[in-house]
């Protein structure tokens, strides 16, 4: 508990033990006013000096106001008790607020602890911190172990352990070394770095992703909009309802029947008001309803799923088509070596002729078999390199002429080569004239993709598509291991948009539309669907400002956890209007009726209001979703 939410606890203490003390002691008439008057104002003159402020800046019809009118009007009547416990019980339902929003607001500030306080800047052989926001574009900056790196940059010294945490949620560290890129928010671990930064800090990762976070209490969802305009207009008409309540019946007795109400009867009416008051006090929506948003959105931040508003969690939760763009979603979008075939000599043989041939080459192609070799590569082993372009190249590697290429170099060179019934790049290589084998090189799937597709459709999306600017049998083959339904190949990025907007015309009035991209080259999609998500964020600009929401790490399984933890959220929201509209409607007739006392008066307010703040703060726990 902070200092200011101690205080209440502490006056609601001191009230209560007053008001049980005083309700035993046998004192009648104006001493035992006076003495009710002391706990009544220790809990309770907050509450009324912001009713009065609000009746002076003509903003009335507040919960202040009605709780100020209810408890008055208890006092006034002999009902000493029922007025202190009113405002008693009102208090320690804001105590179990004050604490609710607290516990979703620190999720939010330990995201926020990724802003970094200061940047090294070496000068003279010492390091002298500076305001990250003074360091240019270009500077060279140096991240000791357990700091911050402040601003996107490259390592242009230095090898670490990186913790990402705070950014995606994840506890698994990230090896870095000289030449890397690294993003701002991320906690140095091991070694000293030196990193000459990319951006300004304004501009960097860490200011972008707190920017969002900020700003997405702005985006209101449809159920918040609703509550905003239906207390609005609920809590005047409460109010004049209850006036006519306390009113009009014996008014009617006296001209219908010519019976003039005697005080007590007419006391008996206003009580009735003043318990319908306290019954319609809208607190429990008022309040639940945002703080299941926020709470929801906090929970989601804690485990890198960056939504920006409340109306994107609630589109979210009523996905039922997700479309993928393939390469960096479903795959990671670097070619590996994925097989070997047909070899006459060890694979291990075959990879250190072809990595060798290909060692003067940039191309992916070159590097993945480099890779895939794993070893140093010794140049001087490699003589008489050509490039023959579009084919491949021809060397001499220890003195034996190797040809590495496609298979219209080896028609080329009249060598007979073996064809490949798997999907990829087939990297033929022949030795000395003769066919050695070929080497399949494809786009690997990521680990967890087909697990995200098949959690998908239990989590209730009906319909997976797969979107692809490469051949249709690469897209066909991957389409067929992740058991994904629908699947367009060879396709432009305005292709895309057009495929997009396709489904979008056949789906559901209610069913949403989701595009997971990479957010780099997606943008364009990435704002044509319902809700745009973006993947793999980290240190992506394009990710952060096109789509709705931003999955900092490259994880597909974090798409089923975000949408999970969009029902989850709406579900909450939707248990708390049905339970708070359900017990106000009951409460509000019983009282009517003179069925209800102050005491049923103070559950349908306060108690239905903590049972809805505590059904809020679950939208918190998410890990496990």
Not at 35 to 49: A, E, H, N, Q, W
Not at 292 to 304: L, P, T
Not at 328 to 336: A, I, R
Request: glycine fraction near 8%.
């Amino acid at each position: 508990m902070n200092k200011k939410q101690k205080k209440v606890l502490i006056r609601i203490l001191v009230a209560a033990a007053l008001m049980i003390l005083l309700v035993f002691m046998p004192i009648e008439g104006y001493v035992r006013l006076a003495l009710f008057m002391i706990p009544y104002l220790i809990i309770g003159y907050d509450i009324l000096k912001k009713a009065v402020k609000g009746i002076l800046n003509r903003q009335v019809m507040d919960e202040n106001f009605l709780m100020a009118v209810a408890t008055i009007g208890a006092i006034v009547l002999g009902e000493y008790t029922e007025g202190v416990g009113v405002m008693l019980f009102y208090q320690i339902g804001e105590l179990f607020q004050s604490y609710a929003v607290g516990k979703s607001r620190k999720n939010i500030s330990e995201l926020m602890d990724i802003r970094p306080d200061y940047a090294n800047i070496e000068k003279d052989g010492t390091l002298e911190k500076v305001d990250p926001d003074e360091v240019e574009i270009g500077t060279i900056i140096v991240v000791q172990p357990g700091e911050k790196i402040p601003i996107d940059g490259i390592i242009i010294e230095g090898k670490t352990t990186l913790n990402t945490s705070a950014l995606t949620g994840e506890s698994l560290p990230k090896d870095a070394q000289a030449g890397d890129a690294v993003i701002s928010g991320c906690i140095n671990m091991t070694g000293v770095l030196k990193i000459q930064t990319t951006k300004e800090f304004g501009e960097s990762t860490v200011s972008k992703i707190l920017d969002l976070v900020e700003n997405s209490s702005s985006k209101k969802s449809k159920s918040e909009n609703f509550i905003s305009k239906f207390a609005r207009y609920y809590t005047p008409a409460v109010c004049y309802s209850a006036l006519a309540l306390a009113i009009l019946p014996p008014l009617v007795k006296m001209i219908l029947f010519g019976l003039t109400p005697g005080w007590s009867e007419w006391g008996d009416w206003i009580y009735r008001a003043l318990t319908f008051l306290v019954i319609s006090c809208p607190c429990a929506l008022v309040i639940s309803v945002p703080l299941s948003f926020f709470a929801g959105i906090g929970g989601a931040s804690n485990v890198g799923v960056l939504v920006k508003g409340s109306n994107y969690l609630e589109t979210l939760s009523q996905v039922k088509y997700v479309v993928f763009d393939k390469t960096g979603t479903l795959t990671k979008g670097t070619f590996e070596v994925s097989g070997v075939h047909h070899n006459v000599m060890e694979e291990e043989a075959l990879l250190e002729y072809a990595a060798l041939a290909e060692s003067s080459s940039s191309h992916p192609i070159s590097k993945s078999l480099r890779k895939a070799y794993g070893k140093a590569i010794d140049r001087d082993r490699v003589t008489e390199v050509e490039e023959i372009s579009g084919n491949g190249v021809t060397a001499k590697v220890d003195g034996k002429e190797v040809a590495v290429g496609n298979a219209k170099l080896m028609k080329q060179l009249g060598i007979s080569y073996k064809e490949c019934h798997q999907v990829g790049t087939i990297v033929h290589v022949a030795i000395e004239g003769v066919y050695a084998g070929h080497i399949l090189i494809s786009d690997v799937l990521k680990p967890h993709a087909k697990e995200a597709i098949q959690k998908l459709k239990k989590a209730g999306v009906k319909n997976v598509v797969m979107l692809t600017g490469d051949a249709d049998s690469v897209a066909k083959q991957v389409a067929g291991t992740l058991g994904i339904d629908q699947v367009y190949s060879e396709l432009l990025p305005a292709d895309k948009v057009a495929k997009v907007e396709e489904l979008l015309a056949t789906k559901g009035a209610k069913e949403k539309l989701a595009f997971v991209g990479d957010g780099i080259n997606d943008a364009p999609v990435l704002s044509r669907a319902d809700i745009g998500i973006a993947m793999g964020a980290l240190g992506s600009d394009a990710a952060i400002e096109a789509a709705d929401v931003v999955l900092m790490d490259d994880d597909p399984l974090k798409i089923v956890k975000a949408i999970r933890i969009a029902k989850k959220c709406l579900r909450i929201v939707h248990e708390n209007i049905y339970f708070a509209i359900g017990i106000k409607v009951i409460c509000l007739i019983l009282g009517a009726l003179g069925m209800a006392e102050m005491w049923l008066a103070i559950f349908a307010d306060v108690g239905v209001m903590v049972i809805a703040v505590l059904n809020a703060i679950r939208a918190l726990f998410v890990k496990n979703l």
